[in-house]
């Protein structure tokens, strides 16, 4: 009996010890390729005149591509913020050729009643190592027209989920396409939004610098956005997946559709943008078969993605 | 015990005489009458020291689907394991891989196994729902007595085709009042060589299987008994796939307390808790010329109880079991990428999912007279399947619910009549079967048969048995003729169809296809066994079986066994024994290219052994010479998948000794 005893003790002991391999941790899995950017923090600030104006990003920063900004306007006199200003932003790069530049973005900020801060969104095109990005922005108080300028730092955006495209379309019209939603893409059916941009050619010559008329942009409206995305790896032989849609504009402007991604990895959102009239603006089809070995083939129009 | 033992249509028995049989062959099933003393023997006539899976192949109803050398697919009436339960004990144990490489029967060994009871159809609903019948995997307990008593056996031996060479050893004690059984075994296999003498490269395998139960007797009439089964397989090669078996490791626990009852309407009160762990690790890192490097790994965990009481009143006896347990079964993939800097690509192939039982069943025998006697059994279950990764499903299958309760209702009746030349039985059954984890949950699941991956559908109606089975038989001193068919009509049958959406994820497979119901498929299993004494130490054994298996459309089944037969001599003489037997399928006409099947030829193999028993100072020792495949035919098949060879011709020797 002496001898079972031993035995019994050993064998317990052998099979008590716990998984040889350790189950995935999904959620961290999730974010080894994701940084998050979940709050919006103090990205610059400036002062004109009595008045402090803070503007918010999300993590406090500005990365290229879409980026939402918040304004919140302080009256130094009175200390209170003001709430019934109208706010105007334009975004503006100065290369080092010396030439001037935008991106998409919203002129006329909108108050946000509720959360008390102007709201509006800009799209980089180009991070800070192509240049020189400034702010300039006036708002009113009591009728009087403030301005200020600020200088800000635009940097190279690591998050791939939020990339963007900026082309010249069949109509020699140049759109920007900007990856909006979702910031941390799972295995899943996910909600892709993205915000698709045209630059209005002025049709009057430059005033004074800064002239808004020569860096506008607008949201183009009822165009529709295939989509096919694929992983590009050769391994993966242009592997899809089912269920996704096409993306169309919804009551925000923005343009909505779904993505489903089957596994994590690098993933090429193939697209092809139609004007209202149907007309092919960019893009091809790519291939749908699945080939092994082979990088798959890309649309002429394509958005990057990874997580 | 004998009103239990009379239930079992179908036992496996291979101490009983003329039953000569062979691994990849089949024999009839005989009604055998055990006392509860004895045990029988995991060994078939061929062959003493066999593993479990070939000890399962020498069953009529059973078939297997190999990918290998190592851990067969039992199919049971020539249905998937989906479709029966596979238990220890009664005990559920949910095999961790996606691939179905590991089947419960590859966590045993032949040493700590006493038997394995078979049972077809509803009547095998006593464990929980089934289709297809119920395989249990029982194990060796030694009966206390009344002085201490030490045994051991020992067993050794060699395979010459894929160098395979065995131990196992068992040792157990016994007295009044504690019992100790322990067994330990290990097994080496390198590549084996097909009928062309060519290697089948990653054939390979190494399992080191371990087990212990001790057990107290409490009082006179109740016993306290706790067990553990340790099993571990390294290196384990799959030829059919693209990837092998780093390490499968199954921890096994079981308590249970048996109460008897000498007065009163309850006889039995036998109750267990039990818990056990499966972990899977495959992966390719021995498979350079793949594309892709791919980790598959896998876990499988289950808790559970079984409380069963035996009742007997005159003529009446029944027995009821409740059975409950919670199984969670997690399986990952994760894909490499040529520039190993880059990303890795995961996705879960199960997205944990949980699945919770409880069901109570019943079956009751009545005997009518010495001859005769009716059975009327049934069981309710409910089953509970929750995906925590839910999302996975939901690309293919939008809104589907992230949980799901079913009621798995069952019926059987029965009647048998035996007189001493006749016998002669009919039943019917009706049962559901909730789909599998792979079935409801899977995601992109590779099978390597028909190179598609499989998508689960967590929306899948109940699978829904209708059945019909009738046996009877003839026997004199010297002839016994046994014929034995079961039709299954199957509601809402469950099968992989080609899905126009979704594009492959496995850089092998050809495309997706997701499980769906086909509105209904049935089956049909027929065999016929014979056997004669030609001489009081000549036995003749024959045995016949065919099986037809049709979707809703008349299209064939897949992996449904073509006509096959088997036939074998046994002498013994004094001490010495020796044994040939020939098997073989047919050509297989109705096979299914849907599913990836294609026509396979027939074969013939022909065996033969000779065995000679000794003592050493009062040891019993049998010492055992024989050669499978012995015209080294080139074959496979019909359920081998990528058409993999078999083994060639096989020379086997083995020792075992009784300590």
């Known amino acids: ?307 | 015990m004998r009103y239990l033992l009379m239930l079992l249509f179908f036992v496996v028995s291979v101490a009983a005489q003329h039953t000569a049989t062979h691994r990849d062959s089949i024999k009839s099933l005989e009604e055998v009458t055990i006392k509860s003393a004895t045990k029988n023997k995991i060994e078939t006539e061929m062959k003493m020291a066999i593993s479990v899976d070939e000890f399962l192949s020498s069953s009529a109803n059973i078939s297997f689907i190999k990918r290998g050398a190592y851990a067969w697919e039992p199919l049971l009436n020539n249905m998937s394991t989906e479709r029966s339960t596979l238990t220890i004990d009664g005990m559920h144990i949910f095999g961790a891989c996606t691939d179905k490489m590991d089947p419960i029967t590859s966590y045993v060994e032949s040493n700590n196994l006493a038997t394995i009871d078979i049972k077809s159809g509803q009547e095998g609903n006593m464990h929980g729902s089934t289709v297809a019948g119920s395989i249990d995997l029982k194990r060796k307990s030694t009966a206390f007595s009344e002085n201490a008593l030490w045994k051991g056996t020992y067993q050794s031996g060699f395979e010459f085709n894929n160098k395979q060479f065995f131990n196992l050893g068992n040792v157990s004690f016994s007295s009044q009042k504690w019992v100790a059984d322990g067994s330990i075994s290990y097994r080496k296999a390198e590549n084996y060589s097909d009928g062309n003498d060519d290697e089948v490269n990653h054939s390979q395998f190494k399992k080191f299987n371990s087990s212990l139960g001790l057990a107290y007797k409490t009082s006179d009439l109740s016993s306290v008994r706790v067990e553990a089964i340790f099993d571990m397989a390294k290196d384990v090669g799959y030829p059919a796939l693209p990837m092998d078996l780093w390490l499968s490791r199954a921890v096994i626990a079981s308590a249970s307390y048996k109460l008897l009852f000498e007065k009163g309407l309850v006889k039995v009160w036998d109750s267990k808790v039990y818990f056990n762990a499966i972990e899977h690790y495959m992966d390719d890192t021995t498979r350079p010329e793949n594309l892709v490097h791919m980790d598959m790994p896998g876990w499988s965990t289950t808790y559970g109880l079984l409380s069963r009481i035996n009742l007997k009143k005159e003529q009446y006896s029944s027995e009821i079991q409740l059975n409950a347990y919670d199984n969670l079964s997690i399986a990952e993939m994760r894909m490499y990428p040529q520039d190993r800097s880059e990303r890795t690509m995961f996705a879960y192939s199960w997205p944990w999912v949980t699945t919770r039982y409880a069901g109570l069943s019943m079956n009751n025998v009545w005997e009518i007279s010495e001859k005769s006697q009716v059975n009327v059994g049934g069981s309710l279950g409910i089953n509970y399947n929750y995906s925590k990764y839910i999302d996975f499903n939901w690309i293919f299958h939008p809104g589907a619910p992230q949980e799901k309760t079913r009621f798995l209702p069952s019926l059987n009746a029965g009647y048998i009549f035996d007189s001493n030349q006749f016998n002669f039985s009919i039943g019917t059954g009706y049962g559901h079967r909730a789909p599998s984890v792979s079935e409801g949950y899977g995601y992109y699941i590779y099978n390597s048969f028909d190179r598609y991956d499989y998508i689960g559908n967590p929306n899948l109606k109940n699978e829904i048995s209708y059945e019909a089975n009738a046996a009877a038989g003839f026997k004199t001193d010297k002839l016994s003729v046994q014929g034995k068919i079961n039709y299954f009509y199957i509601q809402n049958y469950i099968i992989g169809r080609i899905l126009s959406m979704g594009s492959p994820m496995n850089y092998q497979s050809v495309g997706v296809k997701g499980y769906t119901s086909l509105d209904y498929a049935t089956l049909l299993n027929m065999s016929l066994n014979a056997t004669y004494d030609i001489l009081p130490h000549l036995h003749w054994n024959g045995v016949l079986t065919y099986a037809r298996g049709m979707d809703d459309n008349g299209g064939n089944l897949p992996f449904i066994r073509p006509l096959s037969y088997q036939t074998s001599l046994h002498f013994m003489h004094k001490n010495f024994g020796i044994q040939t037997s020939i098997n073989g399928d047919f050509e297989q006409i109705h096979y299914s290219p849907e599913y990836g099947e294609d026509e396979t030829p027939s074969y013939t193999i022909w065996n033969i052994s000779a065995d000679y028993s000794f003592k050493i100072n009062r040891m019993k020792a049998v010492v055992q010479v024989g050669a499978e495949n012995i015209l080294n035919e080139y074959y496979s098949t019909y359920a081998d998948w990528g058409n993999i060879p078999r083994m060639g011709r096989n020379i086997f020797t083995s020792l075992k000794v009784n300590l």
């Open chain 1, 1 to 307: 009996m002496k001898f079972f005893k031993l035995f019994a003790v050993a064998f317990f002991l052998a099979i008590a010890s716990s998984c040889t391999l350790d189950k995935t941790d999904f959620e961290a899995e999730l974010e080894t390729e994701v940084p998050e950017y979940y709050e919006f923090e103090e990205a610059a600030v400036l002062t004109v005149e009595n008045y402090t104006i803070h503007i918010e990003a999300l993590n406090g920063t500005f990365y290229k591509g879409y980026n939402e900004i918040r304004l919140h306007i302080k009256d130094a006199h009175t200390n209170t913020e003001l709430s019934s200003s109208e706010v105007t932003f334009l975004p503006i790069i100065t290369h080092l050729a010396g030439d001037n530049a935008s991106g998409p973005h919203q002129y006329k900020l909108s108050y946000n009643a509720t959360e008390k801060y102007y709201s509006g969104y800009v799209v980089f095109p180009e991070e800070s190592s192509q240049g020189n990005w400034q702010f300039y922005i006036s708002f009113t108080d009591a009728n009087q027209v403030f301005k200020g300028t600020q200088q800000v730092m635009v940097e190279t955006q690591t998050n791939k989920n939020l990339n963007m495209a900026s082309f010249i379309g069949a109509d020699s019209e140049q759109y920007f396409i900007a990856l909006v939603a979702p910031q941390k893409p799972t295995v899943a059916e996910n909600n892709l939004v993205a915000g698709i941009y045209k630059y209005d050619k002025p049709t009057t010559s430059a005033g004074t610098f800064p002239d808004p008329s020569q860096f506008s942009y607008s949201v183009v409206s009822n165009y529709t956005l295939k989509l096919d995305p694929r992983m590009p790896e050769p391994s993966m032989g242009n592997h899809s997946s089912p269920n996704n849609k096409d993306l169309t504009q919804q009551n925000d402007g923005l343009y909505h559709g779904v993505v489903n991604y089957t596994m994590t990895g690098n993933w090429t959102l193939n697209l092809m943008l139609f004007n209202q009239a149907g007309q092919l603006l960019k893009g091809t089809v790519v291939p749908t078969d699945f080939t092994p070995g082979v990088q798959g083939v890309k649309s002429e129009l394509y958005i990057d993605t990874l997580f």
